[in-house]
């Protein structure tokens, strides 16, 4: 959530800053802004909205310094208005914040009580007018800055510029990512690498609490005592990751129709073709030593988690617990000793499975994460990580990093399956084989996109719509209900299929629509009993399948959709494309802001 730019350049930087601003929008923001030094004072220009309205107030009053801040705010607090957009400026001093500042409401009351007037709702200002506060009582820029950060609690990325220090610009981060950039006579900083492409190559991440003080050609690095430390220098490779929709009318839309290729780079990287087993990395434990896994992870994320328990516990037969991240991590959940620990996140940075992965990292537990960004915060801090190979996802609502999380997770259980010799080489070589085979079938469903386009629009005029499934697809009957919510806006939720009767069967009526995920596995007698239940009741099934029958086995349907026929255990990866798409056109149809759908982030870096 959130993007923070800055440079110190050698040429104009605001036109520099709004074109890495544009690089950061898959984050999610409602508003945007930069300041820049314009013979030595601050200058501001900011716009609620998407960058294009910013690019219109430039064009009417270009900026030409070549030192400045921007930023892309995902409100907090206050509202999403021009002067609640950072940068925030007071006293000769310039701040773009990501995160939230906890006990801003006690350092505001403190600032007012001793004279300090706030013009925003924001508790972004109360940064700024603490770094005043302290230069004004004699102290130099980095040390007011020392001094504030003493004085802060909660999560934050802050990007700092000052009135008459044109080669000065101060960042610092506790919780929320940042990252340096090192140019030719020129330094940057920015909320992640892919912001910085444009300019360098050459990137540092700051640890937590760390916080630079950048010239042109310095960067003084602190840790949060105050020492000077050095941290590496790393060479990344997202100046490659362009944003582009291609031919498709939205990211969503494109990403969906990269599964097939984003799974297949996926598999080859963690299975041994010729031999048709997996090849997991060097990992700094064995599965055979495990009594429990603990997965812990939010949104799409933690249903691929869930479904990976399914996989864990019925191949590999260790215990799995799955966990909500932001529940877990006030729960102090007592953990086996040597135990594993997992954590899944897109973007690597999401505030709350970072805090779980620390949590678990404290009780001496060995630490896996799978993550879609290498850079990232948890992909640092874990012990080994197993990345999904998705390349950037851009819409808000994760589609192609979601099916390669549950691959990387499949062939995480079939590998702890071996070690725990609970498969024998024949099962291990058939369900690598029916892994391999999930990019066609993925394609083949694509090929079909036009009946769920045709099923999506009639989804459209229900106020409430219900997804079951059982077994490895409850999972995605949650994950296709929280799609529906992201993109569409109508309320939706998934349930277990059997615990239908148990209340939500009461919302059933001609007007709800009850998605059925269900293929002919062994509980699909089971579910079709389920979707009796809903007919007799006059709700519209929609039958997700893999076997079409006329009347859905004496269950009379509203629509049906054939899903290929594959091996079982890689359902979960099949059927979260046709929801995905069910989800898709619904909201194209609704007409909402797909790929930045309201009060959505794309990283969500603050509790």
């Given amino acids: 959530m959130c993007g923070i730019v800055g440079i110190l350049g050698s040429q104009p930087v605001a036109p520099l800053m709004l074109d890495a601003l544009r690089r950061l929008e898959y984050r999610g923001y409602d508003s945007a802004g930069v300041a820049t030094l314009e013979d030595g004072e601050l200058v501001r220009r900011r716009a609620p909205g998407k960058l294009n309205n910013l690019q219109g107030v430039l064009g009417n009053g270009p900026l030409s310094g070549t030192t400045g801040i921007g930023h892309t705010r995902w409100a907090t607090h206050g ?158 490779q997202a100046s490659a990751y362009l944003a582009d929709k291609g031919n498709h009318r939205h990211f969503m ?33 064995s599965f055979a030593d495990l009594t429990r896994v603990t997965i812990t992870a939010c949104g799409t994320a933690s249903y691929a988690g869930l479904a990976a328990k399914y996989w864990f516990e019925q191949i590999a037969r260790l215990p799995v617990e799955v ?126 996109e036009s009946e769920l386009e045709r099923i999506a629009k009639k989804l459209t005029s229900a106020r409430d719509v219900l997804y079951l499934g059982r077994g490895i697809n409850y999972p995605i009957a949650l994950e296709g209900a929280l799609k529906l919510k992201e993109i569409s806006y109508i309320h939706a939720e998934g349930y277990a299929a059997g615990e239908l009767k148990h209340g939500p069967i009461a919302l059933i009526d001609e007007d709800v629509p009850v998605i059925v995920i269900a293929p002919h596995d062994t509980l699909y007698e089971k579910t079709v009993s389920n979707m009796e239940e809903v007919a007799a009741r006059g709700g519209k099934i929609v039958l997700l399948t893999d076997e079409i029958n006329g009347n859905g086995n004496g269950a009379e349907t509203f629509e049906q959709f054939r899903v290929p026929r594959a091996n079982s255990f890689i359902n979960p990866m099949l059927y979260a494309v046709p929801v995905q798409l069910l989800a898709y056109h619904a909201a194209v149809f609704m007409g909402t802001d797909i790929d930045q759908p309201r009060n959505l982030a794309k990283s969500v870096t603050v509790e």
Wanted: hydrophobic content about 40%.
């Fill in 323 to 448: 966990d909500i991240a932001s529940e877990f991590r006030y729960r102090e959940a007592p953990l086996p000793d040597g135990g594993l620990s997992v954590v899944i996140s897109q973007s690597g940075e999401t505030a709350d499975t970072l805090a779980a992965l620390r949590y678990c990292a404290g009780q001496g537990q060995h630490t896996v994460g799978i993550v879609n960004v290498q850079d990232s915060s948890i992909a640092r801090e874990c012990d080994a990580i197993l990345p999904t190979y998705a390349g950037p996802e851009i819409g808000v609502a994760s589609t192609k990093a979601f099916t390669c999380q549950l691959t990387v997770l499949a062939c995480m259980a079939l590998a702890a399956a071996r070690q725990r010799n609970t498969i024998t080489p024949e099962q291990e070589r058939e369900l690598v084989s029916a892994l391999v085979g999930v990019p066609r079938h993925i394609a083949d469903i694509l090929r079909n």
């Fill in 79 to 236: 509202a999403p208005t021009e002067t609640n957009a950072h940068p925030h400026s007071a006293g000769g001093v310039a701040v773009v914040h990501n995160g939230i500042i906890e006990n801003f409401r006690d350092l505001r009351e403190e600032l007012e009580t001793d004279g300090y007037r706030f013009e925003t709702q924001t508790d972004t200002e109360v940064v700024v007018q603490l770094i005043s506060r302290e230069m004004k009582e004699g102290k130099a820029p980095k040390d007011a800055v020392f001094a504030t950060l003493q004085r802060l609690d909660g999560a934050f990325a802050l990007g700092i510029i000052f009135s008459g220090q044109q080669d000065l610009m101060i960042g610092a981060r506790r919780g929320s990512p940042l990252a340096i950039g090192y140019g030719d006579g020129e330094m940057f900083l920015g909320s992640d690498a892919v912001a910085l492409a444009p300019f360098t190559n050459k990137v540092t991440f700051l640890d937590e609490g760390d916080w630079v003080v950048l010239t042109r050609n310095s960067a003084q690095i602190h840790d949060e005592t105050g020492a000077a430390v050095e941290r590496p220098i790393r060479f990344t």
């Fill in 253 to 285: 839309a494109k990403e969906i129709a990269e599964q097939p290729e984003v799974i297949g780079h996926t598999l080859g990287e963690y299975i041994d073709m010729a031999e048709q087993r997996v090849k997991l990395p060097e990992l700094p434990f």
